[in-house]
RNA sequence: GGUCCCAUCGUCUAGCGGUCAGGACGCCGGCCUCUCACGCCGGUAACGCGGGUUCGAACCCCGCUGGGAUCACCA
């Protein structure tokens, strides 16, 4: 019979969701998917200090946010306590384990001066060697102590197949007996982490490359514990352009998920960019649906060079990787109208120019704008942004194009007027129409078209540049392209 | 310092002994056009270095260099 995939999503609660835990989430999210198997949401909150609710709070979020489902939990670590101090007390009992009496004092002088002659920095197993006598002297005398894994002392390896990675190999000698235990009871990482996976019958762990140099230890503990080693499946990091690990402590809410949430990315586009992070297929595939990606993924197309991703906070075009702008805008682009339409709706609500309307009998007018304006946008903030003309007569005129297409020819000021009682007569108000009218004038103006067309452009949207003027001036309406260039001439006397 | 991992355009990457080293983003140019974007066409740009193995190496081996991870009574 075959063994049913099940993996894990296993982040500590110390501070929001960001990009290297979205990127162990996706990936184990997509193998779930990608093999029926399910996926596990499992809190590692033994870290009472760091672990915090609102960050809890904050990772399921930006979970739900990026449409990462999962099968189970989440489970908290600290509601299995009693589990991974059975399983110490079984190391213990059966002997893969033993008591430790070093006190910190000590061992961090040892470590210190290890360090110093460049040496390992190997605990020497002291307690190990301890006698039964021995040990019940200390106990007697109520020395704290904690438990330490009792490594192997012989020649040989423990060596498992990574799936990303290959062959990993360590020495026994190389593997220092590691703590399991506090002194004061605590289970560590490594025995909880270990502990719980067992119990969830785990078949796949995936994780960061960090992980990597603890395998050996953990499955130590697995076959101390007499328990089945799952697989692993290592993925390369996430590195800064220093070619530093990201992190929150250095870069702060750039690496934060709900950080492009909250600038105008849409989910699925962020997982997109985020997955192609040390992710490929043979033909380089770029741009997948939901259903496209689960059946292109596999583990065999992690890489195992580490990929950086290429944020620059001082760059004016791009506040982070152009790469996952560039993603964003295709999808902005090419989705249905009426998929983005609720992130438009976000946006303009937080600008506090939306209307109702829009969801009711004008929600035709709010697609049709939807889909003139956007293949310009990157981000589904432009739309209150860049696009906000289109939404509110309050609205900001670009300097540069009030330079360049109002100022530099005077004569609008009278010519935009009078363009506005033209407009204002035509009783179908079609872009044909409109356009028929202002060549109309231009030629009995003696002036190229574009003058006029892109003087209009600025009065009625405040911008340099954008759609076809005569889809523009549909879209606005003829009110309002009415009320906008009557009012043009207010802007010359802006800028004398 | 010990241990482990890694190394193709600026960035994300394909490549798995014979390719003009492919794609994408960015950048530059052109077409389209009322402007900008989209779209289309074209260009720029890479196998870290040195040894082997081989008729032939980006691909295999060794060394070097460079980068990363880890070495807690954190997770």
Redesign the pocket.
Same mark, same amino acid.
């Given at each position: 019979m075959k063994k049913d995939v099940i993996v894990r999503f296993?982040?500590?609660p110390?501070g929001y969701l960001h990009i290297g835990g979205a990127r162990t989430a996706i990936f184990n999210w997509l193998f779930a998917q990608k093999t029926g198997g399910k996926l596990i949401l499992r809190i590692?909150?033994?870290?009472a200090?760091?672990s915090t609710e609102e960050s809890i709070k904050g990772i399921i979020e930006g979970l739900n946010w990026l449409g990462i489902t999962w099968d189970e939990g989440p489970y908290f670590?600290t509601q299995f306590i009693n589990e991974h101090h059975a399983a110490a007390k079984k190391l213990l009992d059966s002997g893969h384990a033993y008591k430790?009496f070093?006190?910190?004092e000590e061992?961090e002088s040892k470590?210190a001066a290890a360090?110093k002659q /460049?040496? #390992?920095? %190997?605990?020497d197993g002291a307690c190990r060697r301890l006698t039964k006598d021995e040990i019940a002297e200390k106990e007697a005398r109520g020395l704290?102590?904690?438990l330490r894994m009792k490594v192997p002392n012989k020649e040989g390896s423990v060596s498992f197949e990574d799936i990303v990675?290959? /062959?990993? #190999?360590? %020495?026994y000698q190389?593997i220092?007996d590691?703590?399991i235990?506090?002194?004061?009871g605590?289970?560590?990482?490594?025995l909880?982490?270990t502990v719980d996976d067992i119990r969830d019958r785990i078949t796949h762990v995936i994780r960061g490359?960090?992980?990597?140099?603890?395998t050996h230890r953990q499955i130590l503990i697995y076959q101390a514990l007499g328990a089945p080693v799952p697989q692993f499946a290592h993925m390369?990091?996430t590195?800064d352009?220093?070619?530093?690990?990201i992190s929150k402590r250095k870069h702060g809410e750039l690496v934060a998920v709900h950080f492009y949430k909250e600038h105008g990315f849409l989910p699925w586009a962020f997982l997109n960019f985020l997955v192609?992070?040390?992710?490929?297929?043979?033909?380089?595939?770029?741009i997948f649906s939901k259903e496209e990606l689960i059946e292109a993924f596999s583990l065999e197309?992690i890489?195992?060079?580490?990929?950086?991703?290429?944020v620059n906070k001082d760059d004016p075009?791009?506040f982070t990787?152009?790469?996952a702008?560039?993603?964003n805008?295709?999808y902005l682009?090419t989705m249905p109208v009426d998929l983005i339409a609720p992130f438009v709706r976000t946006e303009l609500k937080k600008a506090g120019i939306w209307d109702p309307e829009y969801d009711a009998g004008k929600r035709p007018w709010f697609l049709d704008t939807i889909e003139l304006i956007r293949?310009?946008?990157h981000l589904t903030t432009d739309f209150a942004t860049r696009g906000r003309a289109y939404f509110s007569n309050d609205f900001a005129i670009e300097d540069r194009a009030l330079k360049k297409n109002i100022v530099k020819h005077p004569q609008l000021e009278q010519w935009l007027p009078m363009l506005a009682d033209r407009l204002e007569k035509i009783a179908e108000f079609t872009a044909p129409e409109t356009e028929a009218v202002i060549r109309e004038m231009a030629q009995a103006l003696d002036v190229k078209?574009?003058v006029l067309?892109?003087g209009i452009?600025t009065a009625v949207t405040g911008?340099?540049?954008?759609?076809?003027?005569?889809?523009i001036l549909t879209t606005i309406g003829q009110r309002r392209v009415v009320d906008r260039l009557r009012n043009a001439p207010a802007l010359f006397k802006k800028h004398w």
């Open positions: 296993a982040p500590s110390t590692e909150d033994t870290d200090q760091r670590q430790c070093c006190s910190k061992l470590r360090l /460049k040496k #390992d920095v %190997k605990y704290p102590y904690t990675y290959g /062959k990993i #190999d360590h %020495k190389d220092e590691f703590v235990v506090r002194s004061n605590q289970p560590l990482y490594l909880s982490n490359q960090d992980g990597l140099s603890n390369s990091l590195l352009p220093k070619k530093a690990k192609l992070l040390g992710w490929a297929t043979p033909e380089s595939r770029e197309g890489g195992r060079a580490n990929s950086i991703f290429n075009k791009y990787d152009p790469k702008v560039s993603i805008a295709h682009r293949s310009r946008f078209p574009g067309i892109n452009r911008q340099l540049a954008g759609p076809g003027i005569f889809d």
